[in-house]
DNA sequence: AATATCTAGTTGCAGTTGCAACTAGATAAA
DNA sequence: TTTATCTAGTTGCAACTGCAACTAGATATT
């Protein structure tokens, strides 16, 4: 590791942000084509979706999903306003909520899972090798393990 | 290349997502730290910085950093109401306007890069070998050149 | 020249985010 | 047990974003 910051460092970092914004405003323009919510819905139906309890926690959501929990707070508002998912108080701990996602909620992820994965093949994994997958699975993972 | 969504190029994809989402929020974290002003800001009087006639089109910022028309109009009205930038009619196309950046623009630039440098080691090359750093470098840039 | 079409930039509106302050329940310390 | 501290979640405010509609100047068509 070269602790001096060289100009392929920064081209790399540059890069590197610039393809996520763009994947991700393809992304997201190809939901809003097709009359669907942005990503974000996506990944939090996903993340309960994922869990063999059915629930989880507000906290966790925002952990798994990297928001803050103002915004899981307000987000999961719109997500129950549209019958996504229902808030239920938590037993264990009388401050907290646990939330369930409900047929409708998995009737979304079904069709957001539609045109995301449309999307994840065309913009992503079609121009790349399955070595260079890897690759890049395991620099950015780097990257995320080491908070410094 | 191949054509079927593998699982790896799942994990991979939502990597490189959650990679950068971090790196930016650990950068953004910084500079509010340092009370300096968001990424963005940097980014568009790095650009116009950047030419060599000290002027861009406010269009042509859009397009470098990645902005919609509507956003770059108003983020130059806040740069302009901190007296970072200023905006001059243009002659050869009297509908636009040529931005140019200030001496105290140029000034809050280099402020901003020693925290956004900083960020930049830390979070990111100091974790990276050479090879690694080119290696992300060339399939980002593949990513980014492919718009499908 | 007259008209249609296109492009640069702005603005109103609704939705979304970050920050700070808040409520309420849980945990730790006296 | 009472008090202090911490954690889960919510809310008001200000800033920022996307979308659609708009103005004004440029380019193309007849």
Redesign the interface.
Known sequence: ???K??Q??????A????????????VESDLTAAELPPLAWYDVLLEINREDSGQLRQFEIGDKV?LSKYNVSRLLDRLENEGLVERQRCEQDRRGANVIITKSGKALLKKMWVVY?RG???????????Q??????V??????E???
């Open positions: 590791m070269n602790a910051l060289t392929a460092a920064i081209e790399s970092w890069r590197l942000i610039r393809a996520q914004q763009l994947l991700i405003e393809r990297l994965e994840l093949e065309q913009y992503f994994s079609r121009h790349l090798s399955k260079e997958i890897e690759q890049l699975a620099l950015t993972a780097r990257l995320i080491n908070p410094d």
